[in-house]
């Protein structure tokens, strides 16, 4: 009998052992798709920008044979990943560049030639540009002057820092969601949605301090800054809420792939489109982190040009969000009624069945 008793005692233990190390690999499954999921995104985006190059808009300066022959030569030899047109005057070009039209227009000269750039639109792709008119000229037999036509902020000499602001409110605005969520699991959606947008208020105010004040990044039109990363935090956060009434404890995974694998490749902080792959580069013109890079260049940087269509993209990434919120109050309410038409042991079982599945 003892015997007996053993050998059930040590099956026991090992169905015991069996299930744990079961539970411990589900929940390993996450953060393994994170890991990849990250690899994915951020190599897939950034491991060869010049390679990718498709549509780069530079412009040579001139009316002449000469200019139409020297920019139908960069285009034959730079293929697809130039798109090279030729403008009538350095006006012109200028103007084309703070709209954003242009990364960059080439002067040519016999003796000193020269590029205009705008490195606070994008200083990879003014980099890429300067890099094939500094051969341009050296064929030429003229050296090349690159000239930076934006103003940069005492804090921001790379004009950098907005992607590393995007970061910090898309952190601040995730991990809220996971707080909210946890802690507000008694309250009704709705509640925890307003709980959310003070979030998003709080989240909005701390950057706008870090980047005015503090750091200097932003040394005019903070308010405006201010109000598209209120926008862009709180659709962050009301989608967040939205989704865990559908998803549960797979919100964070989905989270992070909408909120940092697509979003921060896709934001244009390091690269601008035109320098990643098809994918990403159609995901800049509408995703949520582009609208708040992009519209807080606009606005710092470049007079307002494009400023636009990125607020609208953050508005209507918030309304996404609201409209999440709003179907999750419904899912809850149905839920909410369909358990209390339940008897009180169908109630039970159904409640160990969804624990039964959490685990």
Known sequence: MRHKRTVRHVVGNLLSEGHTVRHVVVHLLTPLL??????????????????QAHGLKVAVVGTSARSHLLAQAVKDTAGDALDVTTVPDRATARRQIMDRDLVGAYVPSARHAELLVA???????????????????????????????????????????????????????Y????????????????????????????????????????FHVVDHDLWGVWGMALMYSAGILTIGIGLHTFLKRLTTLALMVLFVMLNFTTSGGVFEPELQNGFFGALHAFWNGAGFVEGARSLLYFDSAGLGSRVLSLVLWLVAGLLLVAAAAIAERRATSASASLSPAEADALEEMGEAVAV
């Not at 994170?34 to 390679?51: D, I, K, N, R, V």
């Not at 639109?121 to 341009?136: G, H, I, L, M, Q």
Request: hydrophobic share 55%.
């Open 119 to 173: 490195e606070a639109n994008s200083s990879t792709s003014a980099d890429a540009a300067a890099k094939v008119f500094t051969a341009v000229a050296a064929r030429q037999g003229a050296p090349l002057k690159v000239t930076d036509l934006s103003r940069s902020a005492s804090g921001d000499p790379t004009h950098a820092s907005l992607f590393f602001l995007l970061v910090a409110l898309s952190v601040g605005s």
């Open 34 to 51: 994170m890991c990849f999921g990250m690899g994915l995104s951020y190599l897939g985006a950034f491991h060869a920008p010049e390679a």
């Open 175 to 214: 991990a809220g969601v996971a707080a909210i969520v946890a802690a507000g699991a008694a309250l009704s959606v709705w509640k925890r949605a307003a709980i959310g947008i003070a979030t998003a208020l709080a989240v909005s105010v701390i950057g706008a301090v870090l980047a005015g004040p503090c």
